[in-house]
């Protein structure tokens, strides 16, 4: 198979298997599984924190094992691979590896940079597997299953320790102040009241004086903990109660799906408005400009239509979570200006891609963790959050007529 499919069909399989079968491991692929940084080997690399998920070999430092396992992938190829642990001189990792030399094995493509890998354990060491390569997809499973990888890259599901789906977990002080909140909360809170929340639990706990980079993950990180708390919360009754019939609970899972996807997006615009306001920058939400409607502009509309040099004097910005499929969208936006700035999470995408969104004059504003996802020569085409502030506070006002 020679590229990536641009969507997947099989979505109601994985969901299938994932509730026949209680787990599901999902990671982002980055640049070091696909070998595009320079290290030695490929193979997709596996959290140490959930090893009893893939391997009955624990992590022992100081020698290297392995465990075999059947992969059975959504291109119809099976795999007899193995998952390494690598304990020996500086190495401590574990790695699926082996897939049958297959030449050109399409999820080890270039093209597969930023994809999410999924693997479902059917049965002990044998696994399903998917790439998941749309956008789309991708924020299905995400929203279904309620699990976020922005922060570090992979997430878990898992019914025989309901501790491991929670995708962050917080230091003590944020899991306790969000305890302390929840039972305070009558219904969801809109939005904005959710993001003032997170901040002020990252506030008390982290205190203020995080990178930007850093502290724009730990709001998303704290917002999503958040979520999660609330969700369960307000729904525990109508969970635990059972359900009149199947009408009754697909409409709360509808419910609490859509509440999922709407607020993904708007909250993070919000992360990053508040990431302005700590560097007091001025700025507009929203602004209508050319009949276009970008997420963000700096330092205002006004400024847009009365600058002589908008590209010195003024800063497009798009926030999107993720970029892959929706960087197009940004094309349009502000006629006026020639270059316009993405602010996204998304975790690595192929080098063609990198390319293309340069060439289209859209520079990738990535927060410092999320770049260590993308090929070396690739981070040089996108700047981090802290640079991109540095930008906005040398842009160079209107000169007065």
Same mark, same amino acid.
């Given at each position: 198979? +020679?590229?990536?499919? %641009?969507?997947?069909?099989?979505?109601?399989?994985?969901?299938?298997?994932?509730?026949?079968?209680?787990?599901?491991?999902?990671?982002?692929?980055?640049?070091?599984?696909?070998?595009?940084?320079? +290290?030695?080997?490929?193979?997709?690399?596996?959290?140490?924190?959930?090893?009893?998920?893939?391997?009955?070999?624990?992590?022992?430092?100081?020698?290297?094992?392995?465990?075999?396992?059947?992969?059975?992938?959504?291109?119809?190829?099976?795999?007899?691979?193995?998952?390494?642990?690598?304990?020996?001189?500086?190495?401590?990792?574990?790695?699926?590896?082996?897939?049958?030399?297959?030449?050109?094995?399409?999820?080890?493509?270039?093209?597969?940079?930023?994809?999410?890998?999924?693997?479902?354990? $059917?049965?002990?060491?044998?696994?399903?597997?998917?790439?998941?390569?749309?956008?789309?997809?991708?924020?299905?499973?995400?929203? +279904?299953?309620? =699990?976020?990888?922005?922060? @570090?890259?992979?997430?878990?599901?898992?019914?025989?320790?309901?501790?491991?789906?929670?995708?962050?977990?917080?230091?003590?002080?944020? +899991?306790?102040?969000?305890?302390?909140? $929840?039972?305070?909360?009558?219904? =969801?809170?809109?939005? @904005?009241?959710?993001?003032?929340?997170?901040?002020?639990?990252?506030?008390?706990?982290?205190?203020? &004086?995080?990178?930007?980079?850093?502290?724009?993950?730990?709001?998303?990180?704290?917002?999503?903990?958040? =979520?999660?708390?609330?969700?369960?919360?307000?729904?525990?009754?109508?969970?635990?109660?059972?359900? &009149?019939?199947?009408?009754?609970?697909?409409?709360?899972?509808?419910?609490?799906?859509? @509440?999922?996807?709407?607020? %993904?997006?708007?909250?993070?615009?919000?992360?990053?408005?508040?990431?302005?306001?700590?560097?007091?920058?001025?700025?507009?939400?929203?602004?209508?400009?050319?009949?276009?409607?970008?997420?963000?502009?700096?330092?205002?509309?006004? %400024?847009?239509?009365?600058?002589?040099?908008?590209?010195?004097?003024?800063?497009?910005?798009?926030?999107?979570?993720?970029?892959?499929?929706?960087?197009?969208?940004?094309?349009?936006?502000?006629?006026?200006?020639?270059?316009?700035?993405?602010?996204?999470?998304? @975790?690595?995408?192929?080098?063609?891609?990198?390319?293309?969104?340069?060439?289209?004059?859209?520079?990738?504003?990535?927060?410092?963790?999320?770049?260590?996802?993308?090929?070396?020569?690739?981070?040089?085409?996108?700047?981090?959050?802290?640079?991109?502030?540095?930008?906005?506070?040398?842009?160079?006002?209107?000169?007065?007529?």
């Amino acid at each position: 198979m +020679s590229e990536i499919r %641009a969507e997947l069909p099989q979505l109601d399989e994985i969901a299938s298997l994932i509730e026949r079968h209680g787990n599901a491991y999902f990671k982002v692929i980055s640049a070091n599984d696909l070998g595009l940084t320079g +290290s030695h080997q490929k193979g997709f690399y596996l959290s140490k924190m959930c090893w009893e998920y893939f391997t009955p070999q624990p992590p022992v430092n100081g020698i290297n094992s392995e465990y075999s396992v059947s992969v059975d992938w959504d291109n119809g190829q099976s795999t007899a691979s193995a998952v390494k642990w690598y304990g020996r001189e500086t190495r401590s990792e574990y790695r699926l590896t082996r897939f049958n030399r297959i030449r050109g094995f399409y999820a080890l493509l270039p093209e597969a940079l930023g994809s999410v890998l999924c693997l479902i354990r $059917v049965r002990d060491a044998r696994f399903r597997a998917f790439v998941i390569s749309s956008d789309d997809d991708i924020e299905y499973l995400a929203s +279904s299953f309620g =699990f976020n990888l922005a922060l @570090r890259g992979w997430a878990i599901l898992d019914a025989t320790n309901p501790e491991q789906d929670r995708e962050t977990q917080a230091q003590a002080c944020q +899991s306790s102040r969000i305890a302390e909140l $929840v039972p305070r909360l009558g219904q =969801f809170p809109d939005t @904005r009241q959710m993001s003032l929340l997170a901040q002020q639990v990252v506030d008390d706990c982290r205190g203020t &004086e995080q990178s930007p980079d850093a502290r724009i993950l730990s709001l998303v990180a704290a917002e999503y903990e958040l =979520f999660r708390a609330i969700e369960g919360e307000l729904h525990r009754e109508q969970i635990t109660g059972g359900f &009149e019939g199947v009408d009754e609970f697909l409409i709360l899972a509808q419910t609490i799906t859509q @509440r999922r996807k709407s607020r %993904a997006g708007r909250s993070l615009e919000l992360h990053v408005e508040s990431i302005l306001r700590d560097a007091q920058l001025e700025f507009q939400s929203q602004p209508q400009l050319d009949g276009t409607q970008p997420d963000l502009i700096l330092p205002s509309a006004t %400024a847009y239509y009365e600058a002589s040099d908008p590209d010195r004097q003024v800063m497009v910005v798009a926030v999107k979570t993720t970029c892959r499929d929706r960087w197009r969208q940004v094309l349009e936006e502000a006629p006026r200006v020639s270059v316009r700035y993405l602010l996204t999470l998304q @975790r690595g995408i192929s080098s063609s891609q990198m390319r293309a969104i340069a060439d289209a004059g859209i520079q990738l504003v990535v927060p410092q963790p999320l770049q260590e996802a993308y090929a070396s020569e690739d981070r040089e085409r996108m700047i981090s959050v802290s640079e991109f502030l540095e930008m906005a506070r040398g842009l160079r006002p209107q000169q007065p007529g």
